[in-house]
């Protein structure tokens, strides 16, 4: 009986993970010059149903910018704005995905905003003009934020059909993600290009 038991479960880890394939991707603009912080993206209707919220991000102030300046959360997630600074700052948004303000403050916000939506959503400070950071909202699992030399690795994808998506803050303002199609196999790493034209490092 524990012998089947054993093997019951040593044949369910093996199915776990023979049964999802890595992305490699590499955001590079129209001329191959590496872009850092893409966000990039897989979606579908299997990976919308597997998306869970996230609640440890946060958006600090330090030093009179936003850290980090993009930050890519699954939609449902809460994301705090604490303020590390000793002058006050109102953090606000006017975008479609999530409109929001956080009234002066100093120290941790009262209560964490929540992203609820998924899209773009750029963030300002009413009262540092040069203050400005972006939400990536999105409806899958499968996510990152590209390194210096402009690459992401998506783990343990589900195999299927996805729409890849990526978006880059130098993008003209208002520009969704852009989209190309991407079979992921059940064992393989795909190593995907995206040249994301019009986008500057
Ligand atoms: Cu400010």
């Avoid at 890519?72 to 303000?101: C, I, M, W």
């Avoid at 299927?160 to 393989?188: C, F, I, M, N």
């Amino acid at each position: 009986m524990r012998k089947f038991a054993l093997f019951l479960t040593l044949s369910l880890c093996l199915f776990q993970v023979t049964q999802a394939g890595n992305v490699r991707v590499r955001v590079q603009d129209g001329t191959g010059r590496s872009l850092t912080d893409a966000v990039v993206f897989l979606e579908s209707a299997a990976a919308k149903s597997l998306v869970k919220s996230a609640s440890g991000s946060e958006i600090a102030q330090v030093g009179k910018q936003f850290v980090p300046s993009v930050t890519v959360v699954p939609v449902g997630s809460l994301v705090q704005f604490p303020n590390r600074d000793t002058v006050r700052h109102h953090v606000y948004s006017f975008s479609p995905a999530k409109t929001f303000e956080l009234k002066l403050y100093t120290g941790t916000a009262a209560s964490p905003v929540f992203f609820d939506r998924p899209g773009i959503v750029v963030l300002g400070c009413n009262i540092h003009d040069h203050m400005t950071a972006w939400v990536v909202v999105v409806e899958t699992p499968y996510y990152g934020k590209s390194t210096e030399a402009g690459e992401v690795t998506l783990a343990n994808v589900a195999p299927g059909s996805y729409k890849l998506r990526a978006w880059h803050t130098s993008l003209p303002v208002g520009a969704a993600a852009l989209e190309q199609s991407l079979t992921v196999g059940a064992t393989d790493t795909a190593v995907v290009v995206v040249d994301l034209k019009g986008a500057k490092p």
